[in-house]
Nanobody, 126 residues
Framework: QVQLVESGGGSVQAGGSLRLSCAAS????????MGWFRQAPGKEREGVAH????????IYADDVKGRFTVSQDNAKNTVYLQMNGLKPGDTAMYYC???????????????????WGQGTQVTVSS
């Protein structure tokens, strides 16, 4: 059973930085196919970033490109989301997710992701 545990959320002022972590356990495949998503109050969940560690493929949502960086540490089975230049519009609950298929869909479509963490809150004040 795959388990994902996020950490690193908090409250920062606009322009600040946070690094989110997602510790994965029970992952079946040697190359992780992971994503970060977020959901703001009253809004639908949206994809933020995707990483396929086996080939170093990353994908970002347009509004976080150049500000957010997704990375992984295979030795620690952990995926990170470095968030710089945070804006009030980035305020949301952030979730990491994993795909269970043996083939990785390089996408921010949440329907491809089968396992989800419990989320970590990010609040950005102006």
């Amino acid at each position: 059973q795959v388990q994902l545990v996020e950490s690193g959320g908090g409250s920062v002022q606009a322009g600040g930085s946070l690094r989110l972590s997602c510790a994965a356990s029970g992952y079946t495949y040697s190359s992780e196919c992971m994503g970060w998503f977020r959901q703001a109050p009253g809004k639908e969940r949206e994809g933020v970033a995707h990483i396929y560690t086996g080939r170093g493929i990353t994908i970002y949502a347009d509004d976080v490109k150049g500000r957010f960086t997704v990375s992984q540490d295979n030795a620690k089975n952990t995926v990170y989301l470095q968030m710089n230049g945070l804006k009030p519009g980035d305020t949301a609950m952030y979730y990491c997710a994993a795909q269970s298929s043996s083939s990785c869909h390089h996408s921010l479509d949440e329907n491809y992701y089968n396992y989800w963490g419990q989320g970590t809150q990010v609040t950005v004040s102006s």
